[in-house]
């Protein structure tokens, strides 16, 4: 099967409003016990204007508003047995809080092969409103059976 270069593909999530006990329930699963997930008077204490989000906790706002794993390999025609996650970056250019309500549009910004495995690149650009708040960058690997 001759695999088709996706690069240019985009996914995109037109709102999500971030919830306290999303970001709590996070917190909890990755055992980050850091009291700003969890109190708002703490956060505020801290310096916050609300809950803040964890570091990663864009894969939430991925799962939950639709560009879940299972709609990355759909799209990419991918084998999902073969598939590993090879890297995750976040960029930060603003705090992001309870109550924001984000959008995000992800793009395939590259698409190589390379000694029987596909390289895959997504770019994520998350927006409050118009403000480009975050923009993360993910790379999937596909080896080749």
Not at 84 to 104: K, N
Not at 121 to 141: A, F, G, P, Q
């Amino acid at each position: 099967m001759i695999q088709l270069d996706r690069t240019g593909l985009t996914f995109s999530i037109e709102s999500f409003t971030i919830e306290r006990s999303k970001i709590k329930e996070f917190a909890l699963a990755i055992g980050d016990d850091n009291p700003i997930y969890y109190d708002f008077e703490t956060a505020k204490r801290d310096g916050f204007s609300d809950i803040p989000i964890p570091p990663t906790f864009p894969t939430v706002i991925e799962m939950w508003g639709g560009i879940d794993f299972e709609t990355i390999i759909r799209e990419l025609d991918l084998n999902p047995l073969m598939v590993l996650h090879g890297e995750q970056e976040y960029e930060y250019f603003s705090d992001i809080y309870a109550g924001d309500t984000i959008s995000c549009l992800a793009k395939v910004i590259s698409h190589v092969e390379k000694k029987r495995m596909d390289f895959i690149t997504i770019e994520s650009v998350y927006k409050r409103d118009e403000e480009v708040v975050l923009i993360s960058r993910s790379n999937i690997i596909e080896r080749k059976g």
